[in-house]
């Protein structure tokens, strides 16, 4: 898991990166939480999908927005970040040329920057959205969604009503050719519990199989 520095279109970013074994295996990243919130690239879940995903044969990044860790700049309401999400998705394609498919995974409000870099970067293959903030920002710019994914949400989320994400979900899939895996993960808040956590990266690491299977995408576990 070594650290890694890249750079950012406002200063240095920090990160961590594994490289898988196999040539031409599939990327991810990773995106964290709000960063005036405590969110960093060492969150619990944002910390989990990334063992996940470098179990399944991924090479993945997850990575500090700027101003959060040893990553230079600071908060720039969301439209800074999602230019830092472009970034480590360059530095990641620099790496990995050959990639068989590019993923983004993010948490919260790294959920709502994954899906605007999604919209920006039309190679993505796939999505994962954990606890997307449906009722905090505008997902209009999802018209029409390049590609189909995974959307979880805690059924008694206190911060984002699942009703507000169930109603993205519906106008997402009567998008032609876009389908959406969501899942519900009852009894669970905003805020995942260690137990819970293993359930969103196991939900995870199930949509994200599936689609690599049907894809026939091959993967060399690590």
Known sequence: M???????????LEGRYHHAK?????????????PLHGGTMNNRVVHGLYGRFQAMGFSV???????????????D??????????????????????????????????AYVGMQLLMRRPEMGGFVSISPPAS???????????????????AEDELVPLNSVQK???????????????????GAGHVFTPEQTEKVCDAAEDHVMSVLNRQRIPLAAD
């Open 61 to 75: 990044l997850r990575f500090n927005f700027r101003g959060v860790g040893k990553s230079q700049g600071r908060y």
């Open 77 to 110: 309401g969301g439209i800074g970040e999602i230019s830092d999400a472009a970034a480590a998705l360059d530095f990641l394609q620099a790496i990995n040329p050959n990639a068989a498919m590019l993923w983004v995974a993010g948490y919260s409000f790294g």
């Open 2 to 12: 070594p650290e890694v520095m890249f750079a950012g279109p406002d200063g240095r």
């Open 136 to 154: 905090h920002y505008d997902f209009g710019f999802l018209a029409p969604c390049p590609c189909g994914g995974l959307i979880l949400h805690g």
């Open 168 to 186: 993205l979900v519906d106008k997402l899939n009567t998008q032609k050719g876009v389908k959406i895996d969501f899942r519900v993960l009852e």
């Open 22 to 34: 196999e040539p031409g295996a599939p990327v991810a990243l990773i995106l964290h939480p709000h």
